[in-house]
């Protein structure tokens, strides 16, 4: 009988699991304190089971591969993903955890057992009530990042991952803290206290694995060849890290909350502009990215054909409208919709003021209700103010760059991701001169429209949209130039028709702009390569430096 060659590796494969099984356990049960002996050979035989299949598996995976979006990159299957110790490789498991597993005789098995990971099952959960980042126009998806990047890496269309730890590039730690603060998808938490599996990583990163081996039941032996530094985490919420800062904000939270002077590679949508300029090297081996918007709405044109329509209801005559960004003939000056709250409220409630007082709101009060004020409103306007609230951004400057709108920086510690403000050295980023315009926020602290009649308290002062209205339109048009290219970056998302309108929820595969460059920045990071540059920078700082603990507006 004659049997193709996949199938006779896999009957020979097959042979050598049973066999491996079962010497496997003899030697547990006959040499129970020879536990480094028992990792040792889960690790020889997983080295011999993969050179075995390699020339099969490699031909399998570039077919698999071939349409992955990902496959040039360079960490083209190098990623690996920590599994739960019930679900992945026994040699990734801590000695504990092996010992439970094998059954040896005197050990609890209850007590070192390991609970499930339930922020992954939450993920799932949500998806199917469509609840937190997963309902549109949820508040929640601001907060998504942990779950993007998830996606990134682990979805079926994905060819990141590699099942050996040895040769990896990078870890990831499928730690999603947003979904584990937020319990049920709900926007306030019930506790903002820290949870297990949170001070298990911070415990981790500074050097105590006791939480790592018995709370996530998984070796240490990688974590400590290289410190960490080759490992990343996502920090998905600006105001909150492994642990909530609570009323500590500025570098205090980046710190202590978010650990970012620490060796692994941490992901967020937020750092200040203090921050940055004193810790340029640390906050280089981190990467900051966008406010995700998986509102697959934005991607598809929806939005596009609702402020098209509306015009057209409204009798309003504006060409190419859909040609949106390319075009500035649109028909409000400026959009701004904020609430006023956060330790910038004062300059918030100064800028909603004299918005009441222009011509803009006055032809958004013409049209009645918009049906979405963020996705058509946005799309009336030429500039979009952006204020700091609670902290200094917000996914109002990401909805702007997405809509075509200018936006308009007030907020002194905001930093563009992905530019030359985080990292100065990277010609590659983007310059925000070319797509934004940034003011000095403290001119805006006070109304410059009367209270009384809404006329200009000072002519040479004059209110933000009078301002705005003085720019030429060559220069109009320039920004929307660099608009086209930020807008790109800033996407995780393809811009297609094709596409769902809730993009998470019907697990389509993030391959825009912005997951192309968090690759990349992955990749210029991969083995821990910036963090030796970040050392350095503390040791010559030394630890008597003030840090603010609160934002600038």
Same mark, same amino acid.
């Given at each position: 009988?004659?049997?193709?060659?996949?199938?006779?590796?896999?009957?020979?494969?097959?042979?050598?699991?049973?066999?491996?099984?079962?010497?496997?356990?003899?030697?547990?049960?006959? $040499?129970?304190?020879?536990?480094?002996?028992?990792?040792?050979?889960?690790?020889? =035989?997983?080295?011999?089971?993969?050179?075995?299949?390699?020339?099969?598996?490699?031909?399998? !995976?570039?077919?698999?591969?071939?349409?992955?979006?990902?496959?040039?990159?360079?960490?083209?299957?190098?990623?690996?993903?920590?599994?739960?110790?019930?679900?992945?490789?026994?040699?990734?498991?801590?000695?504990? &955890?092996?010992?439970?597993?094998?059954?040896?005789?005197?050990?609890?098995?209850?007590?070192?057992?390991?609970?499930?990971? %339930?922020?992954?099952?939450? /993920?799932?959960?949500?998806?199917?009530?469509?609840?937190?980042?997963? /309902?549109?126009?949820?508040?929640?998806?601001?907060?998504?990042?942990?779950?993007?990047?998830?996606?990134?890496?682990?979805?079926?269309?994905?060819?990141?991952?590699?099942?050996?730890?040895?040769?990896?590039?990078?870890?990831?730690?499928?730690?999603?803290?947003?979904? +584990?603060?937020?319990?049920?998808?709900?926007?306030?938490?019930?506790?903002?206290?820290?949870?297990?599996?949170? %001070?298990?990583?911070?415990?981790?990163?500074?050097?105590?694995?006791?939480?790592?081996?018995?709370?996530?039941?998984?070796? +240490?032996?990688?974590?400590?060849?290289?410190?960490?530094?080759?490992?990343?985490?996502?920090?998905?919420?600006?105001?909150?890290?492994?642990?909530?800062?609570?009323?500590?904000?500025?570098? @205090?939270?980046?710190?202590?909350?978010?650990?970012?002077?620490?060796?692994?590679?941490?992901?967020?949508?937020?750092?200040?502009?203090?921050?940055? /300029?004193?810790?340029?090297?640390?906050?280089?081996?981190?990467?900051?990215?966008?406010?995700?918007?998986?509102?697959?709405?934005?991607?598809?044109?929806?939005?596009?054909?609702?402020?098209?329509?509306?015009?057209?209801?409204?009798?309003?005559?504006?060409?190419?409208?859909?040609?949106?960004?390319?075009?500035?003939?649109?028909? *409000?000056? =400026?959009?701004?919709?904020?609430?006023?709250?956060?330790?910038?409220?004062? =300059?918030?409630?100064?800028? $909603?003021?004299?918005?009441?007082?222009?011509?803009?709101?006055?032809?958004?009060?013409?049209?009645?209700?918009?049906?979405?004020?963020?996705?058509?409103?946005?799309?009336? *306007?030429?500039?979009?103010?952006?204020?700091?609230?609670?902290?200094?951004?917000?996914?109002?400057?990401?909805?702007?760059?997405? !809509?075509?709108?200018?936006?308009?920086?007030?907020?002194?510690?905001?930093?563009?991701?992905?530019?030359?403000?985080?990292?100065?050295?990277?010609?590659?980023?983007?310059?925000?001169?070319?797509?934004?315009?940034?003011?000095?926020?403290?001119?805006?602290?006070?109304?410059?429209?009367?209270?009384?009649?809404?006329?200009?308290?000072?002519?040479?002062?004059?209110?933000?949209?009078?301002?705005?209205?003085?720019?030429?339109?060559?220069? &109009?048009?320039?920004?929307?130039?660099?608009?086209?290219?930020?807008?790109?970056?800033?996407?995780?998302?393809?811009?297609?028709?094709?596409?769902? +309108?809730?993009? =998470?929820?019907?697990?389509?595969?993030?391959?825009?702009? *912005?997951? @192309?460059?968090?690759?990349?920045?992955?990749?210029?990071?991969?083995?821990?390569?910036?963090?030796? *540059?970040?050392?350095?920078?503390?040791?010559?700082?030394?630890?008597?430096?003030? $840090?603010?603990?609160?934002? /600038?507006?």
């Amino acid at each position: 009988m004659m049997f193709s060659k996949r199938r006779t590796t896999t009957i020979l494969l097959s042979c050598l699991a049973g066999l491996y099984m079962y010497v496997t356990f003899s030697a547990h049960q006959k $040499q129970v304190a020879q536990s480094n002996n028992k990792g040792s050979a889960d690790k020889i =035989m997983h080295q011999f089971m993969s050179l075995l299949v390699e020339d099969s598996s490699a031909k399998e !995976s570039s077919d698999k591969d071939k349409n992955c979006p990902f496959r040039n990159s360079g960490l083209y299957r190098s990623v690996y993903v920590y599994e739960h110790p019930d679900i992945g490789p026994s040699y990734m498991r801590s000695p504990r &955890i092996l010992n439970r597993s094998y059954g040896i005789e005197g050990v609890d098995a209850e007590l070192f057992s390991i609970p499930k990971w %339930q922020w992954l099952e939450e /993920k799932e959960n949500w998806k199917v009530f469509n609840v937190g980042p997963f /309902k549109i126009g949820s508040s929640m998806e601001q907060y998504s990042l942990d779950t993007i990047v998830h996606d990134i890496i682990t979805h079926p269309d994905s060819c990141l991952r590699t099942t050996d730890p040895a040769t990896a590039k990078l870890f990831y730690v499928p730690y999603l803290n947003s979904i +584990d603060f937020h319990k049920y998808g709900k926007l306030f938490p019930s506790s903002y206290d820290t949870t297990p599996h949170a %001070q298990a990583i911070m415990d981790a990163i500074d050097g105590d694995y006791s939480g790592w081996n018995n709370i996530w039941g998984l070796t +240490d032996q990688f974590w400590k060849r290289r410190q960490g530094s080759d490992h990343f985490f996502t920090h998905p919420e600006p105001c909150h890290g492994f642990s909530h800062p609570r009323w500590k904000r500025g570098n @205090h939270h980046f710190i202590h909350s978010q650990m970012q002077l620490k060796p692994p590679i941490m992901l967020s949508v937020e750092l200040s502009t203090t921050f940055v /300029k004193m810790y340029p090297k640390c906050a280089a081996k981190n990467i900051l990215l966008p406010y995700p918007i998986p509102d697959g709405r934005v991607f598809n044109g929806f939005f596009v054909e609702e402020a098209n329509q509306f015009l057209q209801s409204q009798r309003v005559n504006i060409s190419n409208l859909s040609n949106f960004p390319e075009v500035h003939q649109r028909p *409000a000056k =400026m959009f701004y919709s904020g609430g006023n709250h956060g330790t910038c409220e004062h =300059m918030r409630k100064s800028i $909603q003021h004299d918005y009441e007082c222009s011509p803009s709101k006055a032809f958004y009060n013409s049209l009645g209700k918009l049906s979405s004020p963020y996705g058509v409103g946005m799309r009336l *306007a030429d500039f979009c103010p952006c204020p700091g609230g609670d902290t200094p951004s917000a996914k109002r400057m990401f909805d702007a760059v997405l !809509s075509g709108c200018i936006p308009v920086i007030l907020s002194e510690d905001f930093v563009w991701p992905l530019s030359r403000e985080f990292d100065p050295e990277n010609k590659a980023f983007l310059d925000p001169e070319h797509f934004s315009i940034r003011l000095n926020s403290a001119l805006f602290f006070e109304p410059k429209c009367s209270k009384e009649n809404c006329t200009p308290v000072s002519s040479n002062d004059p209110p933000l949209h009078d301002f705005l209205s003085s720019i030429s339109n060559e220069k &109009i048009k320039s920004l929307l130039e660099g608009l086209k290219e930020a807008r790109q970056t800033y996407s995780f998302y393809r811009f297609d028709a094709s596409h769902p +309108d809730q993009l =998470m929820r019907e697990g389509t595969l993030p391959d825009g702009g *912005a997951s @192309h460059a968090l690759l990349a920045a992955l990749e210029e990071r991969a083995l821990g390569k910036k963090w030796p *540059a970040c050392l350095e920078e503390l040791q010559n700082l030394g630890d008597n430096v003030v $840090q603010p603990r609160a934002f /600038k507006c």
